[in-house]
């Protein structure tokens, strides 16, 4: 199924949750905020949270810097 992650469109499996998701995309481990439609899924719902076929997610990490 396709889903669009921060403005791109990405197919993922059926049946993905959102921290498959964020594992696929390679930032599994690190810090990350995630939107799904809008709202805001607290980090210890990722593993909860099934996607749909269309969602629109936002992923935000955090860089450092000086």
Do not use: F, W, Y
């Not at 199924?1 to 993922?12: C, L, R």
């Not at 805001?40 to 969602?55: I, T, Y």
């Amino acid at each position: 199924m396709q889903v669009i992650v921060n403005s791109e469109p990405m197919d993922v499996a059926e049946g993905s949750c959102l921290a498959d998701l964020i594992e696929q995309v390679g930032l599994g481990g690190s810090p990350v905020a995630a939107e799904v439609n809008k709202a805001l899924v607290p980090k210890r719902s990722h593993g909860a949270c099934e996607l749909a076929e269309g969602d629109r997610i936002e992923l935000v990490t955090l860089v450092g810097g000086g």
